[in-house]
């Protein structure tokens, strides 16, 4: 069969003629066309797997150990938290002589089922900072849309904060606040310091709830009550 055929099939043969193995019978080129046209049905009918897509060589992120300096002021990074709608808690305590302590805290979180864990934290310059960072327990409670005095009364100094509230002792002493929409008694189980805060993670003991409470919510400097949608 060598020489019929279309000078190209022809010469196309034989510019392979030196590169296949003629056990295979590949130098004859009829044999040849049919393997070929095999060999394109058989990929027209069983595609090969699409080679998966590499991205460009990214950024090595790895390498920076460190963040940039912010491109905003402190006023519109309080700005942009403050778009953030939290509710409202009065954490509660007692000092080593017994004493009250209690703050208003918005930086309260859930943070795991299994253990019951919880977090908030506090400004290295609050002046309950050493009770709360030493006693074994403290208890965040919950503000009801009604508490809205507490909430302010507790987060300004050189005020008597506990005069005429009523609570019940909970763990480790620690007030709970009658009227809460709920309670959560927490073992103080770790604090990580971090910037001018130091964040309180804190193993639930109890906790409480009134189903029919309505949060009191806060943001941008603003309380709230809450509005279904
Ligand atoms: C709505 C609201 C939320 C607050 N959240 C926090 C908070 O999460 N952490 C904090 O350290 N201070 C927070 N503050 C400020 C404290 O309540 C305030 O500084 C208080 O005087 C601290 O009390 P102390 O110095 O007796 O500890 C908050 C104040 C308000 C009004």
């Known amino acids: 069969m060598r020489g019929c055929g279309a000078p190209w099939r022809n010469s196309s043969a034989g510019w392979l003629e030196g590169h ?32 998966s897509y590499t991205a460009p060589v990214a950024t090595p992120f790895t390498s920076v150990t460190s963040a940039l300096p912010p491109t905003f002021t402190s006023p519109e990074f309080r700005a942009a938290l403050g778009m953030f709608a939290t509710g409202v808690t009065i954490v509660t305590a007692r000092s080593p002589d017994g004493g009250l302590i209690g703050l208003t805290a918005n930086s309260f979180n859930s943070v795991s089922m299994n253990p019951p864990l919880v977090l908030w934290s506090l400004a290295r310059s609050a002046g309950s900072m050493p009770a709360l960072s030493t006693g074994s327990h403290y208890a ?16 300004m100094k050189g005020t008597e904060r506990w005069s005429g509230v009523e609570f019940i002792e909970g763990a480790g002493g620690a007030p709970l606040l009658r009227g809460a929409a709920a309670t959560f008694e927490c073992f103080n189980r770790s604090r990580y310091e971090e910037g001018d805060h130091v964040i309180f993670v804190g193993e639930v003991e109890r906790c409480t709830h009134r189903t029919e409470a309505s949060p009191l919510l806060f943001h941008g400097g603003k309380f709230y009550t809450e509005h279904a949608l």
Do not use: C, M
């Open 20 to 51: 296949r193995p003629s056990h295979l019978g590949y130098s004859n080129p009829q044999r040849l066309r049919l393997l070929w046209v095999k060999l394109l049905q058989t990929y027209a009918v069983n595609p090969p797997a699409r080679t």
């Open 140 to 155: 965040i409670n919950i503000l009801a849309a009604d508490q809205k005095t507490l909430a302010e009364r507790f987060a």
